[in-house]
C-alpha cells in the first residue's frame, strides 16, 4: 500500500467517512476542515498526540468512528498553550478563557453546541480545565460546529460520545454517557449503538496499555512526558532536576492507575475474554513500567544528588555527556564521551529481574526526542546492588524531595562503590568539577 503523508492521510479519510454516510459536503469544505484539523495536530510539542497517533486509529470502525477520531485529540490546550489557531473561530465563540479554567459561553447554549454540552453533562456558565475533559469536549465542540451542515442531529451526537469516551482513566463511564444519551431523545436502540461505537473509540485510543511488548507501551508512555512537562522540549538544556520532576510525576501517576480504569465495555462490545485479556495486559505493563520508572528514579536521584553536592543543579546533557550525541558528533572528529564510557564492572546483584534489566540496558522501543532509549545508569545500578536496594532508595529519595532530608544524607544513606563511581565517571567528563567530584568518590570509598 502506498505510503501517504498526513494531510493526505487526514483529508482523505474525512471525505471517505463523509460520503459513505452520503454527506451533502462539499470537497472544498472537507479539504478546509480536514487541513484545520491537521494543522491541530501539527504543533510544536506533541509527542505522542500528535497526526500519527490519529492516523494510527483510522484503520478500523466505521465513518462515524473514524471522524471522531480524527477530530478528538484536536484540542491540546495546555500542551499548545490555547486553541488550534485553525480552529479557534470556533472555539471563541463558545469558550472563554479564565484564571481557573475555560468557561462556557452562552452562544453554547445554541442547538448544535448545546447536544454537545448535554453529552459532556455541561451547562453555560460552568468552568472545564485540562483534568475534567476540557480538551475532548473543546474537540467534539469544534466537530460538532465544523460538520453541522454535512451530518444530521444524530450523527453529530454520536460523533461527541465517541469523542466524550475518550476522557482517560474514568470509573464506569460508559453507563453515565448511556443515561444522557437516551436524555436526548435518542431512541433506545440507537443508544446502545452509539455507547458500544464509544467503547470502540476510546479503547481503541487507548489500545497501546495493552501491548503485548512493554519496550512498545513504554516507549509510548514516553512520548507523554514531555507534553505535560514544557522544560523537556529543549534536550540539550533541561536540568537533572527538569528530568527528575518528569520521571517522578509520571512514576505517581502510574502507580495510581487502576488497570480496569483504562478499559471499558458496554452490551458485549467488547467481548469478555477480549476486556479480559486487556485488563491482564495493562496490569502487567503497568507494573513493570512502575519499576522501570523506579529504577530510571533512583539513577536519577544519585545524580541529582551528585550534582548538588559538587556545585548544584545543572542540564543532564552536561553531566552525562551528551544526551543528543549523534548530533554532536557530526560536529567533531570523533565520538562524544558520556558518563557510561567510564563506569567500572561490579559484581552483579542476585535479585535482578531479567525483563527490567533488558528494558534497562537495552532501551525502549525508540529514543525519543528528548531521551537516549537505553538507561545506561539504571541498568549499571540495577545489576550491582539489586531491584530490592533501587527500590528502597527511591523511597529515602522521595523523602529528601519532600524535604525530609537531604542530598548529603540521602548520598551517604546509599552503597558507596556504585555511588563513588558514578562520581569518578562525571568527574571524567566534566572538568569544572573533576576536584570535587574525585574527591567526593574518596570520600564515600572511605
Known amino acids: 500500500m502506498e505510503q501517504r503523508s498526513p494531510v493526505h492521510e487526514i483529508v482523505n479519510a ?7 454516510l452520503g454527506s451533502p459536503a462539499t470537497t ?5 476542515w480536514g487541513f484545520s484539523i491537521h494543522a491541530a495536530l501539527s504543533a510544536a510539542g506533541r509527542e505522542f498526540h500528535n497526526h500519527d497517533h490519529v492516523v494510527d486509529l483510522l484503520s478500523d470502525g466505521d465513518p462515524l468512528e473514524v ?3 480524527l477530530y478528538h485529540d484536536a484540542v491540546y490546550i495546555q500542551v499548545d498553550q490555547g ?3 485553525s480552529m479557534r473561530e470556533e472555539i471563541s465563540s463558545l469558550l472563554s478563557q479564565g484564571a481557573d479554567g475555560w468557561k462556557i459561553l452562552p452562544g453554547a447554549a445554541e442547538p ?3 447536544d454537545v454540552l448535554a453529552v459532556f453533562d455541561r451547562k453555560v456558565g460552568d468552568i472545564v480545565t485540562p483534568t475534567s475533559g476540557l ?4 474537540s467534539a465542540l469544534v466537530a460538532s460546529m465544523q460538520l453541522q451542515n454535512a451530518l444530521d442531529r444524530e450523527q453529530r451526537i454520536a460523533i461527541a460520545a465517541c469523542i466524550e469516551q475518550t476522557i482517560p482513566f ?3 463511564p460508559v453507563n453515565a454517557l448511556a443515561k444522557r444519551l437516551a436524555a436526548l431523545d435518542v431512541p433506545a436502540s440507537r443508544v446502545d449503538v452509539m455507547a458500544c461505537r464509544a467503547v470502540r473509540v476510546g479503547n481503541r485510543d487507548v489500545e497501546n496499555f495493552a501491548h503485548n511488548d512493554p519496550a512498545e507501551f513504554l516507549d509510548n508512555t514516553w512520548k507523554l512526558l514531555p507534553e505535560s512537562n514544557p522544560a523537556l522540549h529543549a534536550p540539550m538544556v533541561y536540568t537533572v532536576r527538569d528530568y527528575r520532576v518528569a520521571l517522578q510525576k509520571m512514576e505517581a501517576f502510574l502507580s495510581w492507575l487502576p488497570a480496569d480504569r483504562v478499559f471499558h465495555c458496554w452490551g458485549g462490545e467488547p467481548k469478555a475474554e477480549i476486556h479480559a485479556r486487556r485488563v491482564a495486559r495493562t496490569t502487567g505493563n503497568l507494573e513493570l513500567a512502575v519499576r522501570y520508572l523506579r529504577a530510571k528514579l533512583y539513577s536519577i536521584s544519585l545524580v541529582e544528588a551528585i550534582a548538588e553536592i559538587t556545585g548544584g543543579d545543572v542540564p543532564l546533557d552536561f553531566f552525562m555527556g551528551g544526551l543528543k550525541s549523534t548530533q554532536l558528533a557530526r560536529a567533531t572528529e570523533g565520538p562524544v564521551k558520556r558518563i557510561e564510557q567510564f563506569l567500572p564492572v561490579l559484581a552483579h546483584a542476585r535479585d535482578l529481574d531479567p525483563p527490567l534489566h533488558r528494558l534497562l540496558a537495552e532501551g525502549r522501543g525508540s529514543e525519543s526526542s528528548f531521551d537516549i532509549g537505553p538507561s545506561p545508569l539504571g541498568a549499571f545500578l540495577h545489576a550491582t546492588v539489586g531491584e530490592g536496594e533501587v ?6 529519595a522521595k523523602k529528601w524531595w519532600g524535604g525530609g532530608s537531604d542530598a548529603a544524607t540521602f548520598l551517604a544513606s546509599q552503597p558507596a562503590k556504585p555511588v563513588a563511581a558514578i562520581a569518578r565517571a562525571a568527574g571524567n567528563i566534566i572538568e569544572t568539577r573533576r576536584d570535587r567530584l574525585f574527591a567526593l568518590a574518596e570520600r564515600l570509598e572511605r
Open 67 to 69: 471522524i471522531a477520531a
Open 170 to 172: 474514568r470509573a464506569d
Open 112 to 114: 448544535v453546541p448545546a
Open 28 to 32: 472544498p469544505d472537507i479539504e478546509r
Open 135 to 138: 480538551n475532548e469536549f473543546a
Open 83 to 85: 486553541p488550534p489557531r
Open 391 to 396: 527500590m528502597k532508595g527511591v523511597e529515602l
Open 14 to 20: 474525512l471525505w471517505r467517512a463523509l460520503h459513505e
